[in-house]
């Protein structure tokens, strides 16, 4: 397919996981790709796999409003236009509150919720002009609790609701907003649990898909999100979780 020629799109959080694989998946699709990661040498190493005349690659730190004001502003004098703003960049701290140092809580809060707010911020006049779009990355643990996860959990239900709320905002302005809600996916990020054979056999009880997402997965559907075949589609938060979510909770009786 080739939904995105002519476009630009804005992926966070881009050197490796989800962000790598909608970046790619952006630039099959024909889009010019800026890739935004806090770490060169990943992001660098990814855009070295895609086309050099469409693809950019800058470093910055999400949570600091001057880098991604920065990065925007190379991306927009280097192509000219923003189409799309991916807000994958993401972190993850896990332990319930009485356990969760005050660092820690303020580190994810900052790159998870904070980091979306800075760069839709920084965007979005871009893509009020070019009637665009944003897809963030948020979670099924914005959508409900887990055991011990209380920051991560509190920092993807603030991504939940604020795509809400820009959703309202920006709709009569010309700019959708939307997130996808992964289930437990196989990334840089959950490398240990996927080593842990007992548990993730847990996960796959839970699944009614039977296995773990791939960055693939969840990048086709951020594509989708993204593209005019979800033109009448701003304010939702799509669970993308082999049907993780479609369950009451209780256990499989047979």
């Known amino acids: 397919m080739s939904r995105f020629e002519g476009k630009v799109v804005l992926v966070t959080g881009a050197?490796?996981?989800i962000g790598e694989g909608t970046a790619r998946r952006f630039s099959d699709e024909g889009a010019a790709v800026v890739l935004v990661g806090r770490h060169k040498g990943s992001i660098a190493a990814v855009a070295a796999d895609l086309p050099r005349n469409r693809t950019m690659a800058r470093v910055a730190d999400v949570s600091r409003p001057s880098q991604v004001e920065s990065a925007v502003a190379a991306a927009v004098k280097a192509f000219g236009r923003l189409d799309v703003l991916v807000n994958n960049a993401g972190i993850f701290a896990g332990s319930?509150?009485?356990?969760?140092?005050?660092?820690?809580?303020?580190?994810?809060?900052?790159?998870?919720?904070?980091?979306?707010f800075h760069c839709s911020r920084a965007a979005l006049p871009h893509l009020i002009a070019t009637k665009g779009c944003i897809v963030n990355t948020a979670s099924v643990s914005g959508l409900g609790g887990d055991w011990k996860m209380s920051a991560y959990n509190a920092s993807k239900g603030a991504v939940v609701n604020l795509t809400r709320a820009m959703a309202m905002d920006y709709a009569r302005r010309g700019v959708r907003v939307n997130a996808v809600c992964p289930s437990f996916t196989l990334t840089h990020m959950t490398a240990d649990i996927a080593k842990n054979r007992k548990l993730m056999e847990k996960f796959r009880e839970r699944m009614p898909l039977?296995?773990?997402?791939?960055?693939?997965?969840?990048?086709?559907?951020?594509?989708?999100l993204a593209s005019d075949d979800a033109r009448f589609i701003t304010g939702v938060n799509l669970p993308v979780d082999g049907g993780v979510t479609a369950s009451n909770g209780q256990p499989a009786m047979g």
């Open 15 to 17: 050197g490796s996981g």
């Open 96 to 116: 319930s509150v009485t356990e969760t140092r005050p660092s820690d809580w303020d580190r994810v809060m900052a790159t998870n919720a904070g980091g979306v």
């Open 210 to 224: 039977g296995r773990a997402a791939t960055p693939a997965d969840i990048a086709a559907v951020i594509a989708f």
